[in-house]
C-alpha cells in the first residue's frame, strides 16, 4: 500500500497531543509528525507552496479557458 499523509490543524496543543497518542497506537501508523505552526500561520513555508513554485519555475503549469478546457488537457 501506498503512504499516505494526513494534515491537520488545531488551535488546541492538547487536541493534538491527544490525536498524535491515538494515531501512534494504531496498526500501520509508522509516524506522527506535529509542527508547530506558531501564531500566524506562513503558507510560504511549507513543502506544498515550494512544490507549487518549483512547478511555476519550471515551466510545469498549464492554463485552461473554462473546466471542459481543463478536462480536455488532463484526459486527452
Known sequence: MDT???TLNADNRNV???L???LLQMRGV???KVEDMGNEF???ATPAYREAMDDIANG????AANAKEMFAQ???
Do not use: A, M
Not at 60 to 63: A, G, L, T
Open 4 to 6: 499516505v499523509q494526513i
Open 16 to 18: 493534538i497531543d491527544i
Open 20 to 22: 498524535r497518542n491515538l
Open 30 to 32: 509508522s509516524n506522527v
Open 42 to 44: 506562513d503558507i510560504t
Open 60 to 63: 510545469r503549469v498549464y492554463h
Open 74 to 76: 488532463i484526459l486527452g
